[in-house]
């Protein structure tokens, strides 16, 4: 017979303080002139986004914001 193998569990409490670490809490309202608000919309429709915009906005700027970042990280000289 094949010996069950057990898989130690993740601890409970660190789950919930991974969770708590994760809520956005802070808000942050952008405005779009008509012009970006049609380029949102004809990209969302060629590419077929049907997660919501803010996620989109949020996955975008971080990426963005994360490059600049590592880009421009400090040097010695």
Do not use: W
Not at 20 to 49: G, H, P, T, W
Not at 60 to 76: F, G
């Amino acid at each position: 017979m094949k010996k069950k193998r057990t898989i130690p569990g993740v601890d409970p409490e660190y789950l919930q303080r991974e969770r708590a670490s994760l809520i956005r809490k802070n808000r942050q309202v952008i405005y779009l002139n008509d012009k970006e608000m049609a380029a949102i919309s004809e990209y969302c429709s060629r590419f077929n986004i049907r997660v919501g915009r803010s996620e989109l906005y949020r996955h975008a700027i971080m990426e963005k914001i994360l490059k600049e970042l590592d880009e421009s990280h400090p040097t010695l000289f």
